[in-house]
């Protein structure tokens, strides 16, 4: 079945960094854009990142521009978020998501892994 | 940057019409999303493009876009339905998907 499985989430100091990975299944990952979306201790939902299915076109919402970074590899089916110079803010559960192919909407989930920023 | 508003909660009793809005300037213009998470699992998306359901997502559930307010209405509520519910647009401007802070259901 369709799934998504994120992993590489703990506890971290302040500015260190931490990578997240998401392992696909089910689909061919190779063809769908892929988010990472977080969520603070009972906070909301915050967009963190996307990539598109080419690898090429990536954006990151700007509280994160220029420390996290969002990749790809086809060949294995995963997904990355690399985060460097962490800060207690970043603090959350991280989940990756599926673009629709024919809407912009994420309409498959992982579980989420929790990171935690803390000295 | 784009601000989608949603009112912080909702309560009603089994068996009524939930109706939840999502305010944002000219959101008619956009496509909507809405997402219902419950407590401790991820989010699952239950309307997109406005008014369409993925497979799964009973028929209760439906979406409308206008104007500057987006609604999503449950009807015949069940206690399974209580969830936190955020909508969600792309903004095309900035190339961001924006959220909603989310509107918290509960079935008394």
């Known amino acids: 079945q369709v799934q998504l499985v994120e992993s590489g989430g703990g506890v971290v100091q302040p500015g260190r960094s931490l990578r997240l990975s998401c392992v696909a299944s089910g689909f061919n990952f190779g063809g769908y854009g892929m988010h990472w979306v977080r969520q603070a201790p009972g906070k909301g939902l915050e967009w963190v990142a996307l990539i598109w299915s080419d690898e090429v076109y990536k954006f990151h919402t700007d509280s994160v521009q220029g420390r996290f970074t969002i990749s790809r590899d086809n060949s294995k089916n995963t997904l990355y978020l690399q985060m460097n110079s962490l800060r207690a803010e970043d603090t959350a559960i991280y989940y990756c998501a599926r673009n629709g192919t024919t809407h912009n909407g994420m309409d498959v989930w992982g579980h989420g892994t929790t990171v935690t920023v803390s000295s | 940057s784009y601000v989608l508003t949603q009112s912080p909660s909702v309560s009603l009793a089994p068996g009524k019409t939930a109706r939840l809005t999502c305010e944002g300037n000219n959101i008619g213009t956009k496509r909507v999303y809405w997402y219902q998470q419950k407590a401790g699992q991820a989010p699952v998306m239950v309307i997109y493009?406005?008014?369409d359901r993925p497979s799964g997502i009973p028929e209760r559930f439906s979406g409308s876009n206008s104007g500057n307010t987006a609604t999503l209405t449950i009807n015949r509520v069940e206690a399974g339905d209580e969830a936190d519910y955020y909508c969600?647009?792309?903004?095309?401007?900035?190339?961001?998907?924006?959220f909603g802070a989310g509107t918290k259901v509960t079935v008394l």
């Open positions: 969600q647009v792309w903004d095309r401007a900035s190339d961001y998907y924006v």
């Open positions: 493009d406005d008014n």
